[in-house]
T-cell receptor, first 114, second 119 residues
Framework: DGGITQSPKYLFRKEGQNVTLSCEQN?????MYWYRQDPGQGLRLIYY???????QKGDIAEGYSVSREKKESFPLTVTSAQKNPTAFYLC?????????????FGPGTRLTVT | AQTVTQSQPEMSVQEAETVTLSCTYD???????LFWYKQPPSRQMILVIR??????QNATENRFSVNFQKAAKSFSLKISDSQLGDAAMYFC????????????????FGKGTKLSVKP
């Protein structure tokens, strides 16, 4: 089945540690996105990538980094510079060639930093 | 910059009845797309329905339909014959019709409406 996978579902880290969230898709989509969701908030865009080896900052990129070495993969690293990293993180993808009008989401990763 | 506003943080509906969720948006563009996403307790974001701004006809998907008022910049979601499985957060989202490059292709989300369904 085609889809987007995110792992792990729950992640716990100590303050000061970097942590990497995985996102993989087998939909052959060109574009991939990372969002952060906090209680009472909508989704806020962290980073996006429309093609391999290229990515752009979203609205809240500070304290995060990404890479896009393969079309299928778009990992997100939450660095120790992120002041409030505890949140729910969602990865999404879309097909640029077909217009990319809809984004499809993975199941998300809940990150807790103490 | 475009903005999306959902003015109802919470809504409640009796099972089998109809409920309408509101969404307004602000844009200077004439061509764009609007979406409703559902996020159940599992937190998986699911696309419910989409509307192209150039289409006058309101989109429908089974029990879900929209009332798209382009001049008023309003995009409400109607859920008919509500079911317990409809209980979720619902997010309205906007996307420019610009196809390639830059941030214009990104989704802009409202803050969501939490829908409860009473048995």
């Amino acid at each position: 089945d085609g889809g987007i996978t995110q792992s792990p579902k729950y992640l716990f880290r100590k303050e000061g540690q970097n942590v990497t969230l995985s996102c993989e898709q087998n939909l052959n989509h060109d574009a991939m996105y990372w969002y952060r969701q906090d209680p009472g908030q909508g989704l806020r865009l962290i980073y996006y990538s429309q093609i391999v080896n290229d990515f752009q900052k979203g609205d809240i990129a500070e304290g995060y980094s990404v890479s896009r070495e393969k079309k299928e993969s778009f990992p997100l690293t939450v660095t120790s510079a992120q002041k409030n990293p505890t949140a729910f993180y969602l990865c999404a993808s879309s097909s640029v060639a077909s217009g990319g009008y809809e984004q499809y989401f993975g199941p998300g990763t809940r990150l807790t930093v103490t | 910059a475009q903005t999306v506003t959902q003015s109802q943080p919470e809504m409640s509906v009796q099972e089998a009845e109809t409920v309408t969720l509101s969404c307004t948006y602000d844009t200077s563009e004439s061509d764009y797309y609007l979406f409703w996403y559902k996020q159940p307790p599992s937190r998986q974001m699911i696309l419910v329905i989409r509307q192209e701004a150039y289409k006058q006809q309101n989109a429908t998907e089974n029990r879900f339909s929209v009332n798209f008022q382009k001049a008023a910049k309003s995009f409400s979601l109607k859920i008919s014959d509500s079911q317990l499985g409809d209980a979720a957060m619902y997010f309205c989202a906007y996307r420019s019709a610009y196809k390639y490059g830059g941030s214009q292709g990104n989704l802009i989300f409202g803050k969501g409406t939490k829908l409860s369904v009473k048995p």
